[in-house]
């Protein structure tokens, strides 16, 4: 690991007194993880009493001597010693440009010097670069003159004596003030004998404020760090970078926050803010560090010191009250740094974020390109803006590093970590800086094979994966239908043809043969049907599905070894080539395959060979390009290089009520022709040719098990319920039983199981609600109470949907204790109800339990009734939606509800039916539930309620409508889109012949969907253009086009609209102006369109809709 940088602390030595004082400011020097200490020049002043202006450099400033009694080099030997014993190594302030013009050197040695043209000692001078005429002369210095070669060597032999004196005290480092001023082979000379002395002496070149070129001057001389122009950089251009790359190749840099000689920071930012301040100082500081390999902070900044260090007049009454305590935060910082090999050296660094980003990215490597030889990079991200957050995404930037880093971990002390992971940006507060630490990227060591005298040798995993890629010469991707990589079944209806795609290709010229192979789960054998070239290596494969049940299928794919060698043999042929030899490789190629085949294979394949052998010449030629031996090849030849795709792909083949069927939704105990009683089985067994004559097959009821007491609910959800109010039959379970019992109030098994034999005679089936969840008396919670939530007081947790509460209900626990158990009871539930003759399950709120529960038990379910049908009540966002339907669920309740307008009917469809989840998603179009009454409804009337059924019934073929939908009641209670005087509350009773029923409108729109298969699917819905938008025009065909389906609907209840409309005829293989027959299938009215633009009026108080039969020329 790269030696840590220096981490300098500078003592400004009058701010804090005397020598002997010294000390007590070491521990906290430590506690801060500083390793050196910088003393600026503690030598006696000329007498302008500036620290540097040295009058004796053996000597002591008054100040810092303090009337000690000690010699000056025992005072300093000692505090080099104390600071050794906290971790600490001196580093003296080397002033050997100038002098005090009052210096004892000056008297010893007067020729040293240099000269104004008076003869006078010359004082350094500067001059300002924007105002030239500015000159600046510190006139009580005097400049030593080493260009004169004579006086040089007096001047070095002078300063190796003077550092060997105070390096054989113990100092370890010279800060050498203003190098640039003294030429290189002086300063080469003065570091090598003063590593003769000691040769871990450090040397430091100050050289701020010169140019490039006299810093290059100095490279060579041996120095081992310099100070670099960080403190100054605005955050935004290019020079501090440059400077950066230029100045390491001369020697790692150092960064400061602020210097003795510059103002303090916080002096700078303004100190009455304290929380800016801190946030001020604490980037700086963190930059300073990250930036260079070493880093220097002086005396104060810790505390927020506003007060500028003064080389002539500070004192210790200058030391200031803290305005804040950074003494941690710099530890951890100086902590980091030493911890981190890109921040110890001074290895390539560069910007990786655009030059107009507002956040600063820098990235900081150990070495050059990152191939693992390095110990790793650090990347430092910057937000100087003191007023906004800035985001920057990560991934960029890691882009930016070249791939050679792995593992970046946020180091930012008093930090709480962010992660670093492309496209997951990194917000930065105002003036935040982070540091992220990476470790280089290796690669695993690879023990390559030798090769013996046996051949190559190899190692069992090696071969394995070998023979696998192998085996797989024949490429297969792409696949259709496959549903997450094959982790879920797609889904289809009985009858269908399930098309397969795949692209199927290989190297070279060869030809190809592909099948799809496929069986029922239940039986063994695997069967085949053969794909065709379609185009662009892509083969599809029709996959009949006549079983309702789960198919497993696979694509096979190989090499066609006769078809390869027929279409060579027929080019060399019909080119006149000699084929003599290409007959002989064919014939082989048969023979081969009569020793892979048996029985009627093998005597095929002997056939075509015995008739080979017999012919020649032209007669063979002949023979071999027929059918009789490609037909016996196709069926009996050797498949070369056959694959198999890379996973067993599942489609699960419902019955057809899963894709086409009307619900009819009712409250058993509101079946009552009698207002005076509740309803009961026999009252709905009553009710069944109604709805069968209205065109329903699927009667579903809400919950019809025992209803609890405890907190039952009253009408409209009260909490205070009348003597006779009946509950809500989704508070489940009472002393009468729970989910595998029936409500006493609605009949018993025998009534039941009468309806359920009474429905299928007319030809509809019963649906029960599915709802996993329990009243507070349901006789579970005796039986299995680690089956449920409880409180801390001893009380069990009722079902909670903030705000609302119902205390009527608790749910279940499907982890913890209940796992397996009720699992296998909640399955078992719907088993017991299968074999009460119920197949369809409406299952509450699926989304609010464990999806692993429902997979298990659906495929529990359908493995022993292959024909339940499960309907997803899941009104929910719409990615659960879709992963209840790739679970299992047949059907799913949707968004169609609340989508009233063209266009957002027509995205909704559009997505419905052409996006991936048409795969395996069937919606069950609800016009109403006992939960939702749509806004729609409530203010359409009776136009709504026909506009929205022809909706949901045309748009779905699956579909269904709640009792108080044909009387047209939409009542809502205040404030919600629900029923006032709710179902779910109270009893009700129906008048279905109620003025403005729509029981004859919603009968003949069944009778519609019976007669047209069109509208049996959903798939094949496609909208066309109607030119108002109030005019929904949409149609739906068959496969073969011989039912042609047309349907427009007048989306605004209380307005007549109409306007021009586009007859699909192109959609029939005619041209714009051909003549179609056509029918009104609600009135029965026949006619002839002529071209495809024709006006269409809807009139809402009439019929909102009208659906037309389209029957082409020729049909």
């Not at 609890?708 to 379970?733: E, M, Q, W």
């Not at 909704?908 to 996006?915: C, M, S, V």
């Amino acid at each position: 690991m790269a030696t840590a940088g220096p981490r300098i602390y500078n003592l400004f030595p009058t701010l804090v007194g005397p020598m002997r004082d010294w000390a007590g400011h070491l521990p906290r020097i430590q506690g801060m993880g500083f390793d050196w200490l910088f003393l600026n020049p503690i030598h006696y002043p000329g007498f302008s009493g500036s620290l540097y202006a040295v009058k004796d450099y053996y000597r002591l400033h008054d100040r810092i001597q303090g009337g000690a009694p000690e010699h000056p080099d025992e005072l300093l030997r000692g505090f080099i010693a104390e600071a050794g014993r906290h971790g600490q190594s001196v580093m003296l302030d080397l002033v050997i440009n100038h002098t005090a013009k009052d210096a004892i050197l000056v008297g010893e040695h007067p020729d040293w010097y240099r000269r104004d043209a008076n003869g006078d000692l010359y004082s350094p001078r500067a001059v300002d670069p924007v105002d030239p005429s500015r000159v600046t002369i510190w006139g009580d210095l005097a400049m030593l003159d080493y260009e004169r070669l004579e006086v040089r060597a007096g001047l070095t032999d002078y300063w190796t004596r003077y550092l060997r004196h105070y390096i054989g005290l113990g100092v370890k480092g010279f800060r050498c003030d203003a190098a640039y001023q003294i030429p290189a082979e002086v300063w080469k000379t003065l570091i090598e004998r003063s590593r003769e002395a000691d040769p871990e002496v450090k040397f430091f070149a100050e050289t701020l404020g010169c140019t490039v070129e006299q810093v290059r001057d100095l490279c060579g001389a041996g120095f081992d760090f310099l100070f670099n122009s960080a403190k100054w950089w605005d955050f935004k251009s290019d020079w501090l970078l440059d400077q950066y790359d230029e100045f390491r190749w001369i020697a790692p840099s150092i960064a400061f926050p602020e210097s003795h000689d510059t103002d303090r920071l916080a002096a700078e930012v303004g100190s009455q803010d304290t929380e800016r301040l801190a946030a001020q100082l604490k980037m700086h500081y963190l930059f300073a560090a990250s930036f260079s390999t070493g880093v220097m902070m002086p005396v104060g900044f810790e505390y927020g010191f506003t007060r500028k260090l003064d080389v002539v007049n500070t004192t210790p009454d200058d030391w200031e009250q803290p305005k804040l305590d950074l003494t941690g935060f710099i530890g951890a910082v100086n902590a980091m740094k030493a911890d981190s090999p890109a921040l110890n050296v001074e290895g390539p660094q560069r910007r990786v974020t655009s030059p107009h980003n507002p956040v600063i990215g820098l990235i900081r490597e150990t070495s050059g390109w990152a191939n693992g030889s390095g110990e790793g990079c650090s990347v430092l991200l910057i937000n100087p803006d003191e007023n906004q957050p800035h985001a920057i995404d990560p991934g960029p930037l890691l882009a930016s590093t070249g791939g050679g880093f792995a593992d970046f971990e946020d180091v930012t002390p008093e930090a709480a970590p962010l992660p670093f992971e492309p496209g997951r940006d990194l917000r930065l507060r105002p003036l935040e800086m982070r540091v992220f630490r990476a470790r280089p990227a290796q690669s695993r060591p690879i023990e390559l094979n030798h090769l013996g005298e046996r051949g190559a040798e190899h190692d069992s995993a090696t071969r394995a994966w070998m023979d696998e890629l192998a085996s797989r010469r024949v490429t297969i991707e792409n696949v259709y239908p496959e549903l997450d990589g094959g982790r879920f079944p797609v889904k289809r209806v009985v009858g269908d043809v399930m098309e397969v795609w795949a692209d199927i290709y290989t190297d070279g010229t060869f030809v190809l043969g592909a099948a799809v192979t496929y069986r029922p789960v239940d039986e063994e054998e695997w069967r085949e049907v053969p794909m065709t070239f379609f185009d662009n290596d892509r083969w599809i494969g029709k996959l009949p599905l006549t079983r309702n049940t789960r198919y497993q299928y696979s694509i096979l794919a190989w090499r066609d070894v006769w078809e390869s060698w027929r279409a060579d043999f027929k080019k060399k042929n019909d080119a006149g080539l000699d084929v003599g030899l290409e007959l002989i490789e064919g014939r082989r190629f048969v023979e081969h395959a009569v020793g892979l085949n048996e029985g009627e294979g093998r005597a095929a394949l002997e056939r075509v060979v015995e008739r080979m052998n017999s012919l020649q010449g032209a007669e063979l030629t002949a023979y071999a390009l027929s059918d009789e031996p490609r037909q016996a090849m196709a069926k009996y030849g050797e498949r070369q290089y056959l694959s198999r795709y890379g996973c067993d792909l599942e489609v699960y083949v419902d019955r057809t009520a899963a894709r086409y069927s009307a619900w009819f939704e009712i409250f058993p105990r509101s079946a009552s022709p009698d207002p005076s009683r509740p309803g009961t089985f026999d009252d709905v067994s009553n009710m069944l040719p109604f709805i069968r004559g209205m065109g329903f097959d699927v009667l579903y009821f809400p919950p019809i098990h025992p209803i609890g007491r405890s907190f039952r609910k009253g009408r409209n959800n009260t909490l205070n319920p009348g003597p006779n109010d009946p509950g809500v039959p989704y508070a489940i379970g009472a002393s009468e039983g729970g989910h595998a019992d029936i409500d006493p109030m609605i009949g018993d098994f025998e009534g039941f199981r009468r309806l359920v034999k009474e429905a299928r005679r007319h030809g509809i089936e019963i649906a029960l609600d599915f709802a996993v969840q329990c009243s507070p008396d349901h006789p579970w919670i005796k039986s299995h109470p680690q089956w449920f939530y409880w409180r801390p007081d001893g009380t069990i947790r009722y079902a909670e949907n903030p705000p609302k509460k119902y205390q009527d209900i608790v749910n279940v626990s499907f982890y913890r204790e209940s796992y397996p158990d009720l699992w296998y009871a909640l399955r078992d539930v719907v088993l017991f109800w299968c074999d009460e003759g119920v197949r369809i399950f409406r299952v509450d709120n699926p989304h609010t339990k464990p999806f692993p529960f429902w997979e298990w038990m659906i495929r529990e379910v359908q493995d022993r009734f292959p024909d339940a049908l499960f309907l997803a009540e899941a009104f929910t966002r719409p990615k659960l939606m879709r992963r209840l339907a790739k679970i299992g669920f047949t059907q799913s309740y949707s968004y169609f509800t609340w989508r009233n307008t063209k266009a957002e009917l027509t995205e909704y469809l559009t997505e419905l039916t052409q996006g991936e989840s048409k795969d395996y998603m069937q919606p069950n179009f609800f016009a109403n539930t006992p939960d939702i009454l749509p806004p729609i409804l409530v203010h359409g009337g009776r136009p709504a309620h026909m506009m929205r059924a022809v909706l949901a019934g045309t748009l779905s073929g699956v579909y269904g409508l709640y009792a108080p939908y044909f009387v047209c009641e939409a009542d809502p209670y205040p404030g919600k889109e629900e029923y006032n005087h709710s179902e779910k509350y109270e009893i009700r009773h129906w008048d279905w012949n109620k003025p403005g029923n729509i029981v004859d409108y919603v009968t003949r729109l069944n009778r519609i969907r019976a007669e047209n298969p069109a509208l049996h699917k959903f798939t094949n819905l496609k909208f066309y253009n109607a030119y108002d938008d109030n005019i929904l025009l949409y149609g739906k065909m068959t496969e073969s086009k011989d039912n042609v389906i047309l349907i427009a609907v007048n989306l605004d209840p209380h307005n007549g609209h109409g306007g021009t409309i586009e007859v699909p005829l192109w959609e029939l293989g005619l041209d714009d102006g051909a003549h179609v027959q056509v029918e009104d299938l609600f009135t029965g009215q026949r006619f002839t369109w002529i071209g495809k633009f024709q006006h269409v009026w809807l009139d809402p108080q009439q019929n909102p809709a009208a659906i037309w039969r389209i029957r082409p020329p020729g049909r």
